[in-house]
């Protein structure tokens, strides 16, 4: 039998990258998947090629979320993947010392708003029926600082503190309901094709990128999809206020020889 089979999902950010990985993963697996995004073209599209449904939202919005409540409960699984760089529209100042207050606070809303929202609306539809599984994904920037990138770096953390305190939450009260966090580090997703780029210098770039990395490569979304199916299944029903690091060896330490 599949591994989800009877379960709904919701998966926000779903109309690229990692959330369409996850989404496409969780159909796979027997599961009922409700696509949601902001880009609500992208989003539609890919709703559409994989028979689901699709509901624009943004997770900055309680409004949005109350919706999203009014349209879907009950969900058996709630993957809060939405997130921002702060990168999209160029390079800024996202330094301790030069980032401005207006950008730090637009990735926090996203990504660390977005999922508290996101786990409040979780706790709502789960906790009538007591059991269910709430799937929050920060980043190896989460357990790191990045001086380039403070506020993400802080969203993500974040991120990975309330999760904690969601998992908590939900055992004291008595409820089945887990929570737990991912880590993805280098994944190859859109979000990295401007830098990148598609000419002959791509793949010495890509090589720079994870020189760092044990592995030495990008991992892929589907790897980080895969743990996304064991944490929400019933194989998993005593894994709460965990984490999980995909990060091709990143954070074990040095895989270089003495010389």
Request: some cysteine; proline content about 4%; aromatic content about 6%.
């Amino acid at each position: 039998m599949p591994r989800l089979s009877c379960k709904l999902a919701i998966v926000t950010g779903a109309a690229r990258g990692i959330g369409l990985a996850i989404a496409r993963h969780f159909r796979d697996e027997g599961c009922e998947v409700v696509l949601t995004d902001i880009d609500t073209e992208n989003g539609q599209h890919e709703a559409d090629a994989l028979s689901f449904r699709f509901i624009s939202l943004d997770v900055r919005s309680e409004n949005d979320w109350a919706t999203l409540a009014t349209l879907c409960p009950s969900p058996d699984i709630v993957v809060n993947n939405a997130g921002i760089t702060g990168f999209e529209n160029g390079l800024v100042a996202h330094d301790p010392e030069h980032a401005t207050l207006a950008d730090w606070h637009a990735v926090h809303r996203t990504n660390l708003d977005g999922t508290f929202l996101g786990c409040r609306y979780a706790l709502h539809g789960m906790k009538t029926r007591g059991t269910g599984a709430i799937i929050n994904i920060s980043s190896r920037s989460g357990l790191v600082g990045i001086p380039g990138a403070a506020a993400y770096a802080s969203s993500k953390a974040a991120i990975r503190n309330h999760t904690k305190s969601v998992a908590l939450y939900a055992a004291q009260k008595g409820w089945a309901i887990r929570c737990n966090s991912v880590h993805p580090a280098a994944i190859l997703t859109p979000m990295w094709e401007a830098m990148l780029g598609n000419g002959p210098e791509r793949e010495a770039r890509m090589k720079d990128l994870v020189a760092d990395t044990p592995l030495k490569r990008f991992g892929t979304v589907d790897e980080v999809a895969a743990i996304c199916v064991m944490l929400a299944s019933d194989e998993a029903t005593y894994i709460t206020g965990s984490e999980f690091s995909i990060d091709g060896g990143l954070l074990a330490g040095s895989a270089a020889q003495p010389g």
